[in-house]
Nanobody, 125 residues
Framework: QVQLVESGGGLVQAGGSLRLSCAAS????????MGWFRQAPGREREFVAG????????YYANSVKGRFTISRDNAKNTMYLQMNSLKPEDTAVYYC??????????????????WGQGTQVTVSS
C-alpha cells in the first residue's frame, strides 16, 4: 500500500502559477504510474495529467496542455504539477493518485488504486 499527501494548493490570481507536490510513502514509489485529477463543485472528478513509472512518458488533458507540467522525482518519492497561466476554470480540489500494476497512467479515476486527500486550488479573476 502507498500513502499520498498533496501540498502546494492555495489562492492565486488568473495568470499566476502554483506548484503542487504529492509525497508518497509506503511501497516503492517507482513501481506506480501516477496521475493528477481535479474536482470542481458540482462536477465529476476529471483527469488532469499522468506520468509513467520512470517519468519518461507524460499525458495531459487538452484543457491544461501547454500550461501544466507533470514530473516526478523517484529518489524523493514525490510527484509534482507545475501550473502556469492559471484560469478561474482551473479552480478545484486537486488529487494525486497511484496506479499499481501498470507502467502507464490511466485517464479515468477507476484505473487508480490509491488517492491523496486533495488540495484546494482557487484562481480568482
Amino acid at each position: 500500500q502507498v500513502q499520498l499527501v498533496e501540498s502546494g494548493g492555495g489562492l492565486v490570481q488568473a495568470g499566476g502559477s502554483l506548484r503542487l507536490s504529492c509525497a508518497a510513502s509506503g511501497r516503492t514509489f517507482s513501481n506506480y504510474a501516477m496521475g493528477w485529477f481535479r474536482q470542481a463543485p458540482g462536477r465529476e472528478r476529471e483527469f488532469v495529467a499522468g506520468i509513467s513509472w520512470s517519468g519518461g512518458r507524460t499525458y495531459y488533458a487538452n484543457s491544461v496542455k501547454g500550461r501544466f507540467t507533470i514530473s516526478r522525482d523517484n529518489a524523493k518519492n514525490t510527484m509534482y504539477l507545475q501550473m502556469n497561466s492559471l484560469k478561474p476554470e482551473d479552480t478545484a480540489v486537486y488529487y494525486c493518485a497511484a496506479r499499481n500494476g501498470s507502467p502507464w497512467p490511466g485517464r479515468t479515476s477507476n484505473e487508480y488504486d490509491y488517492w491523496g486527500q486533495g488540495t484546494q486550488v482557487t484562481v480568482s479573476s
